[in-house]
């Protein structure tokens, strides 16, 4: 295999941020291969509330690993790093540079910074989780998980109970944090054979009240694009529950709630348009510290940094190309 770092660029940072509408921008002037890295994105027929690309922007700006799975199945980090590495080599072998798109951080840190061996589960301790969720619900197990760890809690969204499970389990197995089994920049990483060399770049909102505004806005408007029929179709699916990793996304889960019967439709929406403000939150954290020493930032402010975007590409492709 080449001993030469083969690129991959990576263009991320907070939901609703731009980064799809900036990725399919750039793809027009540069010769590069769209990989989604959204794990929403992944599953068939979730259209609407993923602001998944429209079939005639993908026409245009095609997309690797977007509607990879039905909805009732699962699909997590590990397999998305299988679709990820044929991808990129699909991509290096067209002689095109492969270009993550998302803010889906498990993807993101599995693929390119691997992950150390994690202890193996306690059945008792993961029972002793399970039933303090059953009475109390799982942001009472999240706020469990803060008192122990706050800076990975801030990470998980306190109905994710999957991964508040196992980082609250890590936890009191090792003591640590599951964030030290996160290697940064492995040495020798490689993908499909080759060493790797990530380019990455992050868009950082100017100002958070407009992230939050521009937030709000963009799920009113799936309200009107038909999120409800939407998830109203999905309901019909014989298979498909509110346990289904698809149905606890962002958005979905509120809906679905809303067409049980549980809540009310405003309460819906307020509780949508917070979770989406609290995934935003939870990405700008970890953006943060995250190849901090080797990124570019660009902030937004109204419109999309195209021109900065372009010369930062042109630079990086003039520089390992």
């Avoid at 009475?135 to 998980?156: C, F, K, N, R, T």
Wanted: net charge neutral.
């Amino acid at each position: 295999m080449s001993a030469n770092p083969r690129l991959i660029l990576v263009i991320t940072g907070p939901t609703g941020i731009g980064k799809t509408d900036l990725s399919m921008a750039l793809s027009e002037h540069f010769p590069i291969r769209l990989l989604s890295a959204d794990s929403v994105m992944v599953y068939q027929h979730l259209d609407i509330g993923s602001a998944k690309p429209t079939a005639e922007a993908l026409a245009r700006s095609p997309h690797e690993l977007i509607d990879l799975v039905p909805p009732e199945h699962a699909f997590d980090a590990g397999q998305f790093v299988t679709h990820a590495t044929e991808a990129i080599e699909k991509a290096w072998k067209s002689s095109l540079v492969p270009c993550l798109v998302g803010g889906t951080i498990m993807y993101l840190k599995s693929l390119l910074d691997g992950l150390d061996p994690l202890p193996g589960s306690d059945p008792i301790l993961r029972e002793r989780i399970r039933k303090k969720a059953e009475y109390e619900g799982w942001p009472s197990v999240h706020a469990w998980l803060e008192s122990l760890d706050s800076d990975i809690a801030q990470m998980i969204h306190p109905n994710h109970s999957s991964r508040i499970e196992r980082a609250l389990e890590v936890r009191l197995i090792t003591g640590d944090s599951i964030r030290s089994f996160w290697s940064e920049h492995k040495a020798n990483k490689k993908i499909a054979g080759h060493p790797i060399e990530v380019a990455t770049l992050a868009l950082i909102p100017s100002n958070r009240e407009q992230l939050k505004s521009r937030l709000d806005r963009r799920f009113d408007a799936m309200l009107t694009n038909g999120l409800e029929t939407e998830v109203r179709s999905l309901r019909e699916r014989p298979e498909l529950s509110l346990s289904c990793t698809s149905m606890r996304s962002v958005g979905y889960r509120q809906m679905w709630e809303f067409l049980d019967g549980s809540i009310s439709k405003d309460e819906m929406r307020d509780r949508a348009k917070a979770a989406t403000r609290q995934l935003a939150k939870r990405q700008m954290t970890w953006l943060r510290s995250w190849r901090a020493d080797a990124k570019t930032t660009l902030e937004v402010v109204g419109s999309l940094p195209i021109g900065e975007a372009k010369n930062w590409l042109s630079g990086e492709l003039d520089r390992v190309l």
